[in-house]
């Protein structure tokens, strides 16, 4: 018996998880194995009726669980970053959730916006440190409001997080048993502090594993190279902002945010598996967001879950829609509806 904790949230995000809990039950009759999905609240809505986020009462609930299952979160009437650090970093953070897990991969490519690259060319996997640096929220104000006012922005990073991190890291590429090959990303040349300790830990850590090809890259480069030569990518590990910023782009060459899926992991504990593409309020109720991201997530839920034929499976009718069925990865211009694509994958699987 799985025991899932599902928080739809706001805006489109109640359809999506809708979609992927059908698949759910398809799957569990399918390769026999037994659910119990909860609802929770959490969310704009419930932070707008309530004036509560996230309470430490609510996370020991969640503890109880073996995964969380997460529709989207982001609200237009309230305010910046109250959601975001109350319920989204408070639950990556009281969970220890320490890796954000971005597997991308182009499924067709007429969705991809590059020029001449196939799927074989876009078949990799970022690891971000999920808990520390810029997001830990360390910081001040000094002279507020003047004009001698200074703002500081703090990058906490401790060896024990950064060794956690990359070591998973090195973990996962061997299991991925691909081209073996994982790249550091970060700034060296500039951000002589943080990415001395990030440096130093991955080399280290890399004499263990003899096996791994290893290799690094400036965060710009990056950027430049998964545009230019994705196919040069295995693997990457990084911190929570470079993390954040190169898995925007990394969607957009897989096929957009209608495709993209993560997980939130703590290999000890509750992790939390969630499309990555936002709320995206302006389509809420009109059946026309694209749920495959929301069932990629569950893809990865079932193999967290210790589910592995039951999350090939879906990624499998997942691959055969997108091949096959629809137009478009783009909200309203698939030539299905959001429950007619659920319906869809369920059928393959």
């Known amino acids: 018996m799985h025991r899932i904790a599902v928080i739809p949230g706001d805006g489109t995000g109640p359809e999506v998880i809708r979609e992927g809990l059908k698949v759910l039950e398809a799957a569990s009759k399918k390769y026999n194995f037994r659910y119990e999905a909860k609802i ?3 969310g704009g809505e419930y932070y707008l009726e309530t004036k ?3 309470t430490d009462e609510d996370i020991q609930e969640l503890k109880k669980y073996d995964a969380i299952y997460l529709g989207a979160i982001g609200h237009p009437e309230v305010k910046p970053g109250v959601l975001e650090r109350g319920i989204l970093l408070k639950l990556r953070f009281d969970l220890d959730q320490y890796i954000n897990l971005r597997p991308v991969k182009l ?7 590059l020029k001449d690259k196939s799927p074989q060319d876009i078949d990799f996997v970022v690891v971000r440190e999920n808990t520390e640096g810029l997001y830990k929220g360390i910081g001040e104000f000094q002279n507020k ?3 001698d006012e200074v703002a500081i922005q703090v990058s906490y990073n401790t060896r024990r997080g950064v060794e956690r991190c990359i070591r998973y890291a090195f973990e ?8 073996k090959k994982l790249t550091l990303c970060g700034k060296t040349n500039v951000l002589t502090y943080a990415w001395d300790l990030w440096e130093r830990v991955f080399y280290e850590v890399a004499k263990e594993y003899p096996d791994i090809q290893t290799d690094y890259a400036h965060v710009d480069a990056t950027c430049m190279w998964m545009v230019k030569n994705p196919e040069w990518f295995d693997v990457i590990v990084t911190d929570n902002m470079f993390g954040d910023i190169i898995t925007d782009l990394a969607a957009i060459i897989q096929g957009g945010m209608g495709i993209a899926a993560g997980g939130n992991i703590n290999p000890e504990g509750v992790s ?13 109720g009109k059946n026309v967001i694209n749920p495959l991201a929301a069932i990629c997530a569950l893809s990865m839920l079932l193999e967290n879950l210790g589910e592995p034929d039951a999350s090939k499976a879906v990624e499998s009718a997942v691959i055969k829609v997108v091949k096959t069925k629809i137009k478009s990865l783009a909200a309203g211009k698939m030539g299905y509806s959001t429950s007619e694509i659920g319906d869809l994958v369920a059928e393959n699987l």
């Open 40 to 42: 929770f609240p959490f």
């Open 52 to 54: 509560k986020v996230l």
């Open 107 to 113: 499924y067709n490519s007429e969705y991809c916006p």
């Open 145 to 147: 409001g003047s004009k």
């Open 172 to 179: 996962y590429c061997r299991r991925r048993n691909q081209k």
């Open 272 to 284: 939390m598996f969630e499309p990555i593409g936002g709320s995206a309020p302006k389509y809420t």
